[in-house]
């Protein structure tokens, strides 16, 4: 038996404060339904921006609770389905995003959904790769925008984030408080005008605390390969974070000898831009599991 | 009839004032072997950078004259075949790369090459795909390390610089004096550690004037995709100018509308890092040639 929860259950900012809409035991399956990062206001390309209620913005569904979780926990969530149901909207906004100096008009267009691909302007057809750009746990004290991305999670838009892949989250507060929302039905890296194909979506996955002492967080796992996750001010901030907490997995949980670790960093790892457009600006480091697999060493599971 | 050029027939900054050792016409094939970034001095792991002559590293075969080019022509760069002979070496240095703090030993490793994979420390096997870490033309004047990339190309480390891929530059000088080496064998997109497998290896190429008034260059083009690549003192600056330069190149030469433009960059179109390691950081904007050709635009032939 699922648990569910609908898109009407909302926050828009992570916060110990924020009282959990649903509790579910760990490992138990939960679905929940998203709306788009506007919570469904722009449903027509006449529907602009000047109308939009912005305080709706960004909503995530929850927070769950998940119950045995404590302070200091990592948490494990594992994404079993991410489904986009469509339609999706994308927009323009002068002065938003890496290109914002020179956008100068809004817009708003409708992306309808095939099985498999959305259509732009009836013109391009793309093929779905849906994902999750808010995902993450409450903060030990504070409120973080769902805007915003950080060590919490938050607001990351990385394209990993999809059907397959586990999220590991340090939790801060007990239960967890956990949520997800931002559903892209596609996105390339980087999100550079501040949008991916925003759409409604369908979501089943369980979390579970899981043991493994220092796994820098943000973290994700595939079939292929592991990612550490970084967000800064500044993008060169963030890839150094990344690629030394990488290093810092690579030697003290995988064992590898520091060289080792350092040079297939550069021969097999592949640094990548998540999104250059958030308050915070996130980047991941890709190492790939067969590698970890010739070291001796498997992510737990 | 190809023209050919051996590796010993090297440079070791891009400059008007460096004598060019072959001319070719354009569309005429050129051989040329590349030595490794180290000038092949590395040859055993007890070879160390202590006794290494750094005057002689980051070699580029050249310069070529391509016969009936002048400045502010667009050069098309055809690379026909890139193809690594190994063995490749990857050493760390204390101090260099993007963990170059936390790198204490110098060490030094021998990688051999199968048919299709070159193999890591006798345990990790990884397929060759290799690439051209620097290939540029001279600029209008002064003088450019190898080591460093720009706007005359030089030292990029960008993955794609492979068999198949065609580069366009802007020439600065009379005959351009072209030149390329630093071949990968393998590398990870950053290049973290500031190597990938080097190795001395083999290109067949063609080089000749284009017309496709203002193209951001460097630019890049395979089957697949057009990139502009960007180099800055900071990656967050280096972005900046790659969407930018793209966004340019979308509107002014494809002819699609700002918006559409914008969107589909953030839709399906990929900003990717190159390289963080070197004097200068670079990336790239990566954007697919199919939605090119649902807005009519094919890149000249």
Same mark, same amino acid.
């Given at each position: ?5 609908t898109?009407?259950k ?8 924020v ?18 990062c ?17 305080s709706i ?7 769950v609770y @998940? +119950? =045995?979780?404590?302070?200091?926990? /990592?948490?494990?969530?594992? #994404?079993?389905?991410?489904? $986009?149901?469509?339609?999706? %909207? ?54 973080i ?16 984030v ?47 605390v899981?043991d @493994? +002492? =220092?796994?820098?967080?943000?973290? /994700?796992?595939?079939d292929? #390969?592991?990612?550490?996750? $970084?967000s800064?001010?500044? %993008? ?23 060289n ?42």
């Amino acid at each position: 038996m699922a648990s569910e929860l609908t898109r009407d259950k909302a926050f828009f900012a992570f916060s110990p404060d924020v009282e959990p809409v649903l509790r579910v035991a760990q490992g138990e399956e939960i679905k929940l339904t998203t709306h788009d990062c506007f919570s469904g206001q722009l449903e027509t390309s006449d529907d602009t921006l000047d109308t939009l209620d912005w305080s709706i913005t960004n909503p995530a569904t929850g927070p769950v609770y @998940i +119950e =045995g979780t404590k302070p200091g926990d /990592l948490l494990r969530v594992d #994404l079993h389905e991410v489904k $986009a149901t469509g339609p999706s %909207v994308m927009v323009t906004i002068p002065g938003a995003g890496a290109m914002g100096d020179v956008i100068t008009e809004q817009e708003t267009t409708i992306l309808e959904h095939t099985d498999d691909s959305v259509i732009f302007k009836g013109r391009v057809r793309v093929r779905q790769r849906p994902m999750l750009g808010v995902i993450g746990v409450a903060p030990a004290a504070g409120e973080i925008p769902n805007s915003t991305p950080g060590g919490h999670g938050g607001n990351m838009d990385c394209t990993l984030v999809t059907t397959g892949a586990s999220l590991y989250f340090t939790v801060g507060v007990e239960g967890a408080l956990f949520g997800t929302g931002d559903m892209h039905a596609a996105m390339g890296d980087g999100e550079v005008v501040i949008c991916g194909a925003e759409t409604p979506g369908e979501v089943r996955m369980t979390a579970q605390v899981v043991d @493994i +002492e =220092g796994l820098p967080t943000p973290f /994700l796992e595939n079939d292929e #390969l592991v990612a550490i996750i $970084a967000s800064a001010e500044t %993008v060169d901030e963030a890839y150094q974070t990344a690629v030394h907490e990488t290093l810092r997995f690579l030697t003290d949980i995988v064992g590898m000898p520091k060289n080792d670790a350092a040079m297939l960093m550069s021969l097999v790892g592949s640094l990548k831009f998540c999104q250059v457009v958030d308050p915070l600006l996130t980047v991941r480091f890709e190492f790939p599991k067969s590698v970890l697999a010739e070291y001796g060493f498997e992510m737990p599971r």
